[in-house]
Nanobody, 119 residues
C-alpha cells in the first residue's frame, strides 16, 4: 500500500504564494507518474500539474489556468513531490490532492489539503 502525506495548504490573499508538499512511502522511481490535482464542490477533480514519468528528465503537464504561476518539482532523495503556487487567485481555491500512479497503473491519492485564496 502506498501512503501519501500532504502538507502546506492554508489561506492566503490573492497574489500570494503557497507551497504544497507530498511525501510518499515509496521511492519515486517506483511510480509511473506523479502530480497534483484539485477539486471544488460540484466539479470533477482536475489535473493541476504532473510529471508523466518516473525518469529524472520526465516531461511535465500543467493545466492552462496555472501555467506560468505554478511549478511542480520532485526530490528523488526525499521522495517528495512539491507544488509551488505563486500569484494565487480566488479561482485557485480548492482541495488539492497528491496523486501517484503505480507501475501497475493503480492510482493512489493523498487525503487532500485545503487551499483558500481570498480577494
Amino acid at each position: 500500500q502506498v501512503q501519501l502525506v500532504e502538507s502546506g495548504g492554508g489561506s492566503v490573499q490573492a497574489g500570494g504564494s503557497l507551497r504544497l508538499s507530498c511525501a510518499t512511502s515509496r521511492r519515486l522511481f517506483s511510480f509511473n507518474a506523479m502530480g497534483w490535482y484539485r477539486q471544488t464542490p460540484g466539479k470533477q477533480r482536475e489535473l493541476v500539474a504532473a510529471f508523466t514519468s518516473a525518469t529524472s528528465g520526465g516531461r511535465t503537464n500543467y493545466a492552462d489556468s496555472v501555467k506560468g504561476r505554478f511549478t511542480i518539482s520532485r526530490d528523488f532523495n526525499k521522495n517528495t513531490v512539491d507544488l509551488q503556487m505563486n500569484s494565487l487567485i480566488p479561482e485557485d481555491t480548492a482541495i488539492y490532492y497528491c496523486n501517484v500512479v503505480g507501475m501497475n497503473f493503480v492510482n493512489y491519492w493523498g487525503q487532500g489539503t485545503q487551499v483558500t485564496v481570498s480577494s
